[in-house]
Nanobody, 117 residues
């Protein structure tokens, strides 16, 4: 059974930092594209950052230069370092994985990030 366990969310003031972690179990981590998405009420879930199996990274324009995604294949964990946080970064952040090449997908339960102004 595939599971994604997220941690690290919380409340922070604007300009602060948080680091999200997501550990994958039940699938070979090296074979999975990993990422983070976020959602706010009334809006669709949007991609924040993706890291491919070859460590290529992709970011939403709104977070470029502030967020960094990384993966540790030894610990089966993907991280999202979020710096210079803004109130508009507030939302529920979801960990995502996609097995390559089968394209099987899974989502974490989501973790709240709140940035106060």
């Amino acid at each position: 059974q595939v599971q994604l366990r997220e941690s690290g969310g919380g409340l922070v003031q604007a300009g602060g930092s948080l680091r999200l972690s997501c550990t994958l179990s039940g699938s070979r981590f090296r074979l999975n594209r990993m990422g983070w998405y976020r959602q706010v009420p009334g809006k669709e879930r949007e991609m924040v950052a993706i890291v491919n199996t070859g460590n290529a990274e992709n970011y939403a324009d709104s977070v470029k230069g502030r967020f960094t995604i990384s993966r540790d294949n030894r610990d089966n964990t993907v991280y999202l370092q979020m710096n210079n946080l803004k109130p508009e970064d507030t939302g529920v952040y979801y960990c995502y994985r996609q097995l390559i090449p089968e394209r099987l997908e899974s989502w974490g339960q989501g973790i709240q990030v709140t940035v106060s102004s």
